[in-house]
């Protein structure tokens, strides 16, 4: 894991980290707590229920410092504005079926295909960064590779 992330990006996992090292932790061992106290705990689903939250907050925390510690902090904007680059939109052309679509190539933590937010870690971002308007790029996917032109930078 080595994400490509702003330091935006990095500001909203060190403060969910903190979040769920503090304040989440300890409601949930008051949770714990309080299910505990009413009596045998194999058939207490309020407590198994609390024991359950404290694995995901756990496994949350882990995939957090992960993140944090293996990311590559980058600039979000890009210097040369005829460049595609991180936060660079872009009207695309699907050559296979002539579909136009307007992309903007954003970091995984922000990443929404179905709003066409396409992270610069996915196959299509990595052909489109560093590319011009006016070149024609193969997209390796995994079912099949593609080719994109890049009609104009937005």
Avoid at 37 to 47: I, K, L, P, V
Wanted: proline fraction near 1%; include cysteine.
């Amino acid at each position: 894991m080595n994400n490509i992330l702003t330091e935006d990006n990095m500001k909203k996992l060190k403060e969910e980290l903190e979040y769920r090292l503090t304040v989440k932790r300890a409601e949930i061992a008051r949770e714990k707590l309080e299910a505990a106290a009413h009596g045998d705990r194999s058939e207490n689903a309020e407590y198994k229920e609390a024991c359950r939250n404290y694995r995901e907050n756990d496994n949350r925390i882990q995939y957090l410092m992960t993140m944090i510690s293996t990311a590559t902090v980058i600039e979000s904007e890009t210097v040369d504005k005829s460049i595609l680059g991180l936060n660079s939109k872009a009207k695309i052309k699907f050559i296979d079926d002539e579909e136009e679509e307007i992309i903007t190539l954003v970091t995984v933590m922000d990443a929404s295909p179905l709003d066409m937010f396409i992270s610069v870690e996915s196959d299509l971002g990595k052909a489109l960064i560093g590319k011009k308007a006016g070149d024609i790029v193969e997209v390796n996917a995994p079912a099949e590779n593609y080719k994109v032109e890049i009609l104009e930078i937005l």
